[in-house]
Structures are given as C-alpha cells and as structure tokens.
C-alpha cells in the first residue's frame, strides 16, 4: 500500500521571527518539486504567524508540539486543542520524549491528550521510543507495545485516519547518535504489527537525529514512511534537502 512520505519539522523552542522569515523565503524555492508531505511545528505563540506566510512555500501543513486534554478552562499556561481547531492548525504532536521525560507525561495522560486532539479533528503524531538503559535491557519491543496499547487506548475507528506513529529512540535524539536503518525498520515493522485497525495505511515517522546524510537510507526501508526531524528542521537549507529526498522518493513511487 502507497503511504505518503512526510518530513516533519518540530522547532522545539527554537527561532526568531527573522529566523522564521528567511526560513520560508528559502522554502518558497522549491514550490515546484515539493512532492511529500512537508510539516512544521514552531513554537505555540509562531503558529499564526507561520499560518500566515506558509502559503508562499505551496503546502507546508503547520501544526503544535503539544496540547492540553482540556479544551478549556482554569489551566494557566496550556494549550487548548479547540483553539488549535479554531486556528486552523493541521497536526499536533503528543508524547514527544521530552515531554515525557523533562515533564513527567504518561501514558494514561497522553491517552487523554490523543483522544481531545482527535475530538476536534487534529491529526496526531503519537510518540514512542525506548530509552538507551530499555534497548540495552532488551526491553524495545516491551516499552513499544505499552506506549502504544495504553497511550492509542480507546480511539473510534473514525479517528485512525487522522494517527501518524513516530518511533524516536530516546537516546538518538539530540546526541548526534542514530539508530541504524536496519534498527529503525526493525521497530517500525513491530510498530505496525501492533497496529490493529488500519495498520498498513498508518504512518510511521522515524525520529532520532535525521540529516541529509542519513534521510535516503531510511526511506529506504518499508515501514518508514518519513521523519520527524529537529535540529536539521530549524534551516531551510536542510529541512529542503530532506524534502527533496524525499520528493524523490514520492515520485519514483507514482
């Protein structure tokens, strides 16, 4: 089954609005050739400003790194998943690891947060990946099977057209370290045979230190359907070499 490839951009807390700025005059470029799917994720207080001027690039979806399970209410400093709807943004991001690990999330919480997002019509980038302690216990496949049956618990099978999966081993984030091509397939392809309903036509993102120099390996193999990327998002001049890798790919697919 054809899956659309998907470069995902998470900024993090990252960028100025220069920054910004010169970042989308160099995307504009290449508005022609952009065949994937090409996503960002800024900084919450950029997202209408990024709404605003992404048009000029074609089709890049903007989306959030994170909401509240709360629509709305006394939650000082969160992120409503209905205001994410109203403004019109595509895609949020649940579960990241540094969620999990600088802000204590759980699985039962990012349950919580995966099924307000998909109330309101967001697509949902779910997080999953063990630490370097876990794969080194050999507990992969056990930390992945958790994330997943307790943190997609419950979701209508209306809703599963909107779930994207994005397998990021803790410990090949942000240290310049990445998972081999053959180790990312390997918990791709037991993602997926975890995924009951609609499972080939889900999309699995690898993310763990992503370049240019490593993207082409990785789409190479069957079960990664693209990358969730962020140190090599925040330039243009990478973010559209990876999108050109995978342009590339999308088109010798048909």
Request: glycine fraction near 8%; charge should be negative; aromatic fraction near 6%.
């Amino acid at each position: 089954m054809k899956r659309d490839i998907h470069i995902v951009g998470n900024w993090k807390m990252n960028q100025t609005l220069q920054a910004i700025s010169d970042f989308f005059v160099e995307m504009s470029k290449m508005k022609m050739e952009l065949k994937c799917q090409a996503w960002i994720a800024p900084q919450a207080l950029h997202i209408p400003i990024l709404k605003e001027i992404a048009f000029t690039t074609g089709a890049i979806a903007i989306g959030a790194q994170n909401c509240s399970e709360h629509d709305s209410g006394a939650y000082t400093g969160e992120i409503s998943p209905l205001a994410l709807a109203d403004l019109g943004v595509e895609f949020v991001i649940i579960g990241h690891s540094e969620r999990r690990t600088i802000y204590k999330e759980d699985n039962p919480l990012l349950n919580k947060k995966v099924l307000a997002a998909l109330k309101h019509n967001l697509k949902v980038i779910y997080c999953v990946g063990e630490t370097l302690l876990e794969r080194e216990s050999n507990l992969t496949f056990d930390v992945l099977e958790e994330q997943l049956a307790e943190g997609l618990k419950n979701i209508s099978s209306d809703k599963l057209p909107l779930l994207l999966i994005a397998y990021e081993p803790v410990w090949a984030i942000g240290t310049g370290k990445t998972a081999s091509a053959e180790q990312a397939e390997e918990a791709h392809a037991f993602i997926r045979s975890k995924l009951s309903a609609g499972a080939e036509s889900t999309i699995i993102l690898y993310g763990g230190s992503v370049k240019p120099d490593n993207i082409d390996m990785l789409l190479s193999k069957e079960n990664i359907d693209g990358a969730l990327v962020g140190g090599a998002s925040l330039k243009a001049a990478d973010f559209r070499a990876l999108c050109s890798s995978a342009s590339a790919y999308e088109t010798r697919k048909g």
